[in-house]
């Protein structure tokens, strides 16, 4: 089993910036790749962003690139999700989600922009 504890939401205005950070624990050494999902109200879950443990492949949402800087640390299993210039649109639960031989997921974190 995965644990992943997310933390670094909040309620901020548009331009403003949040990093979100994801911490996990357990057996780690299985999953593969890390990354970003949010859903927001009334909306699908959507894909964010993505990363490899090595940090050799990254992936974002088209939304998002450009704005969004995704990073892990190995030795923290942690990984940060930088976002920069937010807007209202990007108003949502945000969640990680590591890929493996499981599908793990953490709780949510809940990411406010105002306008």
């Known amino acids: 089993q995965v644990q992943l504890v997310e933390s670094g939401g909040g309620l901020v205005q548009a331009g403003d910036s949040l990093r979100l950070s994801c911490a996990a624990s357990g057996r780690t050494g299985t999953t593969y790749s890390m990354g970003w999902f949010r859903q927001a109200p009334g909306k699908e879950r959507e894909f964010v962003s993505a990363i490899t443990w090595s940090g050799d492949n990254i992936y974002y949402a088209d939304s998002v690139k450009d704005r969004f800087t995704i990073s892990i640390d190995n030795a923290q299993n942690t990984v940060y999700l930088q976002m920069n210039s937010l807007k209202p649109e990007d108003t949502a639960v945000y969640y990680c989600?590591?890929?493996?031989?499981?599908?793990?997921w953490g709780q949510g974190t809940q990411v406010t922009v105002s306008s």
């Open positions: 989600h590591a890929w493996g031989p499981g599908d793990y």
